[in-house]
């Protein structure tokens, strides 16, 4: 559909935070026309598949926030075991 476009469009050349709500807003009435010109017996798997969807995107988020907690443990390590030697260097 070509108000998918028009969107993606708009959000290329618009920025500040005032502009983030007027997109949502674009976007979420772009998706109710869609869901519109849907049959109701879609229904269900359309429910189905937002929330397969949303799953996905809670899951990699919190794959992405464990590499970040692994990456700041060795982080951590690296900078403890260099702190040692600097202080063993120091006796």
């Known amino acids: 559909m070509n ?3 028009v969107i ?3 959000w290329l050349i618009r920025t500040g ?3 983030l709500m007027n997109r949502t807003i674009e976007y979420q009435q772009v998706l109710i026309d ?3 010109e849907l049959p109701e017996e879609a229904f269900p798997n359309l ?3 937002v929330r397969l969807f ?8 919190r794959q992405a926030a ?3 907690q692994a990456e700041f443990a060795q982080w951590d390590r690296l900078s403890d075991e260099a702190l040692v030697q600097f202080e063993e260097g120091l006796q």
């Open 3 to 5: 108000d998918w476009r």
């Open 8 to 10: 993606q469009d708009h």
């Open 17 to 19: 935070k005032d502009n």
């Open 34 to 36: 869609e869901v519109r």
């Open 47 to 49: 429910l189905q598949i």
């Open 54 to 61: 949303k799953e996905s995107i809670l899951l990699q988020s």
């Open 66 to 68: 464990l590499a970040l």
